[in-house]
């Protein structure tokens, strides 16, 4: 796809988004499901973003920068001190996030796609993600599941 075709894409992220995210661990069946809102917006050649979490440690914040660089879709997400970068691929309707740290590719994958029902748009978001637990590795799924929200 051409960088204009993925500009176009993002720009579908423009607006408010609300709903819940889950996260469900495999190894030890633990899962916890909390209220994120998201909002977008287009500046300076770039998607902005910002997230609100509600977890049980509190509200979570994080800050996004989405663009085409070099003809690489790229997004930089801040949490607090922590700026993790992703590059991003259009795949199958949807865009496949991936660790700029490539070699984490087959540990990290997330994937985000516009899904229209019953006259409504949403924002799914489907991943994992891979760590240690006693001695094996383990996963995390996350699912997402944001409603488009009219501006009030």
């Known amino acids: 796809m051409s960088a204009d075709e993925v500009v176009d894409y993002l720009k579908g992220y423009q607006g408010r988004w609300a709903g819940d995210f889950t996260i469900h661990s495999v190894a030890t069946d633990y899962t916890v499901t909390f209220s994120v809102e998201q909002r977008y917006w ?3 050649g770039a ?3 910002i997230s609100v979490s509600e ?3 509190g509200l ?3 800050s996004s920068r989405t663009s085409v660089v070099e003809g690489r879709l790229v ?3 801040v949490r ?3 700026v993790e970068t992703y590059y991003g691929v259009l795949h199958d309707g949807g865009i496949v996030w991936l660790p700029a740290d490539l070699a ?3 540990d990290y994958q997330m994937r985000e796609i516009f899904v229209q029902d019953a006259g409504e748009v949403w924002l799914h978001t489907d991943g994992f993600d891979s760590y240690l637990y006693q001695g094996e590795v383990a996963h995390l799924t996350y699912r997402g599941r944001l409603k488009r929200k009219s501006e009030e």
């Open 47 to 49: 998607l902005r973003g």
């Open 104 to 106: 984490r590719a087959t």
């Open 75 to 77: 997004s930089e997400v």
């Open 55 to 57: 977890t049980n440690e």
């Open 42 to 44: 287009w500046e300076d």
């Open 60 to 62: 979570q914040t994080a």
């Open 80 to 82: 607090g001190d922590l």
